[in-house]
């Protein structure tokens, strides 16, 4: 297997991203391929470990990519004339088989295009979105769209929530996963239009599409670890999933505030070391790496703009069984005999 | 002062109602009215506490209302057609000055309907909304909208963000209190289109109607205290608040149980536990009380659906200092003050 991961795109790129793949490389089995700008890598890794790339792995490469997308530039305009940048050369390995899984921490508007434009969609899914994987109590959460489509309609919702069902039974073993839609409140009337619209469509398809819908769920409900998925726009998505960064930080602060509040609450403090480990353990999402694109013909994984090198290290092993599970293949099988199924009742309707 | 509470509204109502409002009588000045079926207020006085209502504070009073509206009902139809119901009742003395404020944790469609047809809108606002009251890093963060209107035009937020400055100010003594836009990314062209065009007009009007507008703020960065406010439509906000309230559940749970694990590690919590408190109290949404319905012109305050005992008390605490305030007075002037201002403006206009 080959893990390429775009080594230029981030916060924190090329040091933390370099790092991270370094750390990596001895947890899996597979190649990591880190893509830009040779010399800077070189040396870079020179730098760091006082050792040739050669030295550290025989598993660890290079591929030379001579330009960078940057935070600023226009997602379509970048991927269309950046040619060589570690963005566009990551996706063409990945499209010509080279690579297995592509990852980059980079402008994730250009990370949408240039999976779409150059990956491509998988048959039967009209807008891929990125699903990102929480905690919830003992078990974990998939916020579907977690932020790359702002505008949806129903349809596409529907879609998210064919791909989680497919996704979760692939990659958690449950068999049917409980999804729920993102709303205000749980009666069928509460919502804004796309929520309500949505609902219905979901109602009327979820036994034929085999989609284990739980009807609405609210934000309060949603980490009880009794929902596998939770399906909104990428808006709502992308506000929620920053609400629980924010508030995941708050809480982490004032946690170690009032621990470390003076000398005495810190030695009382130490006993209870382990059960606060197990707490932050429990609660830390970067255990849970990089967001998924579901929905093109390809692994595609958005890691966090701010990764750091531990970061970069837990998405390349969640990466790495990401391919392991197949559940991109397993999509697009599943996608397709959905297709002839339809093109099959197309054809009946159209002979009676 | 008179305190008006709903004491047939919420999901542990009449119990739970009853009781806050015991408990909060001797932490508060003003009367506590209790609106609600005086039978079945004083047989339960009577159970709990083995006394008649009159002994236990001479602040303490019932209101007799025999009607309940129910989550089921709709909120127009209930408010139009219940007209002794608690919430009319309590509405109505709000409106004849027979109370300062009114809190229900009723039906939240037919506490905003009853608020805007019973009470009135303030002269400028054309959207009333909730405000709810986060913890914050040594801070506090007010969300308007937190779920009152679904659909919102730029204008409503506009007026939110005039609300919640005149609000802040007046409550928290912060001069020019920082108020952010909720976006998925801080950059002016990110976001669905209400948001887009939301901040372009925040841009032009805010230092005309003297808000601090910060610009737009992630969820991320929310709770960081660095930010008073945020504003967002009554979805969004909705959704805001209840992923904080779920993940704040999951926080609590998971944090005992990592402490509570077993015996030993339920001994070795011993020394911590007043840091874990101390953890606690700062965490607790709970000590925040209700939302305030900003923007009409009474003080109306929206208590938790599922307020318990101690909810009430602290509700019917800020309820007070709400009252002490003059938030709503003060917010009657200021919108007073920019009307005349408009109309001698538009006067003037219409004489050159």
Known sequence: MK??????????????????????INKVKAEVILVGKEDIIRSKIKEFYGKEL???????????????????????IAIKHKKDSSMV????????????????AGNSGAL?????????????????????????????????????????????????????????RNTFGIEHPAIGLLNIGTEETKGNDLVKESYKLLKEKSEELGINFVGNVEGRDAFSGKIDA??????????????????????????????????ISKILAVPSLPALKRFSKEMDYK?????LFLGVKKPVVKAHGSSDELLFEYTII???????????????????????????????????
Chains 1, 2 share one sequence.
Do not use: W
């Not at 050669?54 to 226009?74: F, G, P, V």
């Not at 078990?139 to 879609?159: E, F, M, Y």
């Not at 959905?338 to 009676?352: C, D, G, R, V, Y």
């Open 89 to 104: 050369v990551g996706f063409k390995m990945l499209k010509e088989d080279e690579g297995d899984v592509f990852i980059s």
């Open 112 to 168: 949408l295009t240039g999976a779409t434009l150059l990956v491509g969609r998988i048959k039967g899914i009209d807008r891929p979105a990125l699903a990102g994987i929480l905690p919830a109590y003992h078990s974990q959460l998939l916020l579907i769209d977690a932020g790359s489509n702002t505008n949806c309609k129903p349809i596409n919702l529907l879609q998210f929530a064919q791909m989680s069902t497919i996704y979760i």
């Open 3 to 24: 893990i390429v991961l775009d080594a230029m795109g981030g916060d924190n790129a090329p040091d933390a991203n370099i790092k991270g793949a370094v750390n990596a």
């Open 318 to 352: 969640q990466a790495e069984k990401f391919v392991e599970n197949k559940a991109v293949d397993k999509m697009i099988d599943e996608f397709e005999k959905l297709n002839s199924k339809k093109a099959e009742e197309k054809l009946q309707n159209n002979m009676q």
């Open 54 to 76: 050669e030295q550290i792995s025989s598993r660890l490469k290079i591929k030379n990519a001579t330009e960078t997308i940057e935070m600023e530039d226009t997602p379509t």
């Open 230 to 263: 939770i399906v909104t726009d990428g808006f709502t998505g992308n506000v929620f999933l920053k609400t629980t960064e924010g508030l995941g930080k708050f809480v982490k602060k004032t946690l170690t505030e009032s621990f470390m509040k003076n000398i």
């Open 287 to 291: 255990s849970y790496g990089g967001a």
